[in-house]
């Protein structure tokens, strides 16, 4: 099989892949990186999972694949910045600083081919729950990864039935009405840091939904996470930025080898 990268595209933006948890889809985000070839990687926060490692130590091989997979993109000249979340907010204080060729940001303008600009932000800063009661923050945590936990045996059972995933927390975030204001509270908050900054639009993680819409004039993007819906945003090489559903994207790879080859130095 062509071992040769099939998704070229000038940038690409992954976040909220939450390395140290189980519910982390490293082997998914494997396959995704075995294709992709670009000019700028975005790491868009909650990259390592800080909170979840401080009550205890989870990272198989495959965690520590990604992490050798990236810094082998950087080795091999892709421009990498990692922007912290809140579950990795630990690494903001090294803003600035290069590690392996991936540099730590605060934040970041990535300007497309088209020439508009996009403010690139993790997002917890806009999240009220994580500035004004970060006590909820944790609690909501745990949930989620309970919510996780009971999703990841739900599926065990749709696969064995020759069904394909479905995302148990993604619906009930449709369904219940104040988790749908919470996202749409998120979202114009985003446009409006976006508006206030004089660019055309943002690119944000933290609140694992993959969305792009356009609110008031201002460019709503987010890429999504890697613990439940396998997401990430492209820009292509005209600037059309394009979400990337993964679990439904791998099947046009099928020419490509997907299995993860040995790490090299």
Not at 3 to 22: E, M, N, Y
Not at 135 to 145: E, I, S, T
């Amino acid at each position: 099989m062509s071992t040769t990268p099939a998704l070229r595209c000038r940038a690409a933006f992954i976040s909220d892949i939450h390395l140290g948890t189980k519910g982390c889809q490293a082997e998914r985000l494997l396959e995704f990186i075995r294709v992709l070839e670009c000019d700028t990687l975005y790491l868009v926060g909650d990259i390592i999972d800080g909170w979840k490692m401080k009550s205890g130590w989870f990272w198989p091989q495959a965690h520590n694949d990604v992490v050798q997979k990236i810094l082998r993109l950087a080795r091999k000249g892709v421009a990498v910045v990692y922007i912290p979340g809140n579950h990795d907010d630990r690494i903001r204080d090294f803003c600035g600083v290069h590690f392996g060729g991936v540099v730590v940001a605060r934040d970041a303008i990535h300007e497309a081919a088209d020439g508009k600009r996009y403010l690139v932000t993790h997002g917890d800063e806009f999240d009220g729950v994580i500035q004004h009661a970060k006590w909820l923050a944790f609690l909501g945590d745990w949930g989620y990864r309970a919510l996780l936990t009971l999703n990841t045996h739900f599926n065990r059972l749709r696969h064995m039935l020759g069904l394909g995933y479905w995302s148990l927390s993604a619906y009930l975030k449709h369904r219940v009405k104040n988790a749908v204001q919470f996202i749409d509270n998120f979202e114009e908050a985003m446009a409006e840091e976006a508006r206030r900054r004089g660019v055309d639009g943002v690119i944000c993680g933290h609140i694992h939904h993959a969305e792009m819409r356009d609110i008031a004039g201002v460019l709503y993007v987010n890429d999504g996470d890697w613990v439940e819906s396998c997401t990430a945003v492209v820009e292509r090489d005209d600037g059309r930025l394009e979400i990337i559903r993964w679990h439904e994207a791998r099947g046009a790879f099928a020419d490509v080898d997907l299995a993860m080859e040995p790490i090299a130095a």
